[in-house]
Nanobody, 122 residues
Framework: QVQLVESGGGLVQAGGSLRLSCAAS????????MGWFRQAPGKEREFVAA????????IYADSVKGRFTISRDNFKNTVYLRMNVLKPEDTAVYYC???????????????WGQGTQVTVSS
């Protein structure tokens, strides 16, 4: 069982930056692939980025590639999402996710955080 708690959301102007954090419980954090998803009002939840447990391999949605960076600190049981050059269309609730598999973390993670709101004003 993994519990995930996000933080770092807020209101930012277009072109600005934010860093989201996700703290995970448990002693086996490094064995989990971690991901970020987002859900805008009236839209389905969508994949944003993911990172493998120990090798640090990353993957991004085309809409955020080059602007967002996912990273993790296995000693702190924390995964981060650095978001630069934010756009109004990035406004959404951002969710942290975890799964034992690389496919699972991108398609249907087993564990979810409660979400943190990111609002980008134009």
């Amino acid at each position: 069982q993994v519990q995930l708690v996000e933080s770092g959301g807020g209101l930012v102007q277009a072109g600005g930056s934010l860093r989201l954090s996700c703290a995970a419980s448990g002693r086996t954090f490094s064995t989990y692939a971690m991901g970020w998803f987002r859900q805008a009002p009236g839209k389905e939840r969508e994949f944003v980025a993911a990172i493998t447990g120990s090798t640090g391999l990353t993957i991004y949605a085309d809409s955020v590639k080059g602007r967002f960076t996912i990273s993790r600190d296995n000693f702190k049981n924390t995964v981060y999402l650095r978001m630069n050059v934010l756009k109004p269309e990035d406004t959404a609730v951002y969710y942290c996710a975890a799964d034992n598999s690389w496919v699972g973390v991108r398609k249907g993670p087993d564990y979810w955080g409660q979400g943190t709101q990111v609002t980008v004003s134009s």
